[in-house]
């Protein structure tokens, strides 16, 4: 059983459309993080969220928490196709390593 | 900057055989992760360091699996009797320190070294 859900698994769309990727548990975590993985590479960093309802925004990317700090969503504004790849949450509910899990991925695909 | 490197980059090895997987972390990093990622499956904590002490080795999945850190630098993770099941991609991560919840510091990872058992 995932300690984190991730929704949905794959999606496909076109250069420009917005889309929304969601990250949800039944636990509650202290901090989440989003990361970018691409093929053949390590995943990245993309933003931690500590706060139950913050909401933080990188560029055309924007992440929300939730209130109750057991799930947080990923949206994207007007895809371009350098935002393909594998989007990771991960929820850290103590020191990492000990409670520090990660969801399966949104594996993204944006095509020109 | 040098960032986290890893080998070999691929392993192909037969059953029952053992294999050693390196990490170099970034330079002055004391913290470093293990991971393993699955196809479908999100990454799976292994083990992490502190200098050169694993004060947590629980998510190891089998006593055929072991890890050691040497001088506060490159650590070294040994699969004895590999079996088919332990096939995936093999992720390493370093940080400046150890990350706490809530830490908006980052752990950068490898490439990984992806594990092919026959």
């Known amino acids: 059983t995932q300690l984190l859900e991730q929704s949905p698994q794959f999606l496909s769309i076109q250069e420009g459309e917005n889309l929304t990727v969601y990250c949800n548990s039944s636990?509650?975590?202290?901090?989440l993080q989003w990361y970018r993985q691409e093929p053949g590479e390590g995943p990245v960093l993309l933003v931690t969220?500590?706060?139950?309802?913050e909401v933080k925004k990188l560029k055309r990317l924007t992440f929300q928490f939730g209130d109750a700090r057991k799930d947080s969503s990923l949206h994207i504004t007007a895809a371009q196709p350098g935002d393909t790849g594998l989007y990771l949450c991960a929820g850290v509910r103590g020191l990492y390593g000990q409670n520090f899990v990660f969801g399966p991925g949104t594996r993204l695909s944006v095509l020109p | 900057g040098a960032g986290v490197s890893q080998s070999p980059s691929n392993k192909v090895t037969e059953k029952g055989k053992d294999v050693e997987l390196r990490c170099d972390p970034i330079s002055g990093h004391t913290a470093l992760y293990w991971y393993r990622q699955s196809l479908g499956q999100g990454l799976e904590f292994l083990i992490y360091f502190q200098g050169n002490s694993a004060p947590d080795k629980s998510g190891l999945p089998s006593d055929r699996f072991s890890a050691e850190r040497t001088g506060g630098s490159v650590s070294t993770l040994t699969i004895q009797r590999t079996q088919q099941e332990d096939s995936a991609v093999y992720l390493c991560a370093s940080s400046r320190s150890i990350l706490l919840a809530g830490d908006t510091d980052t752990q950068y990872f490898g490439p990984g070294t992806r594990l092919t058992v026959l």
């Open positions: 969220v500590v706060t139950g309802g």
């Open positions: 636990s509650v975590f202290s901090s």
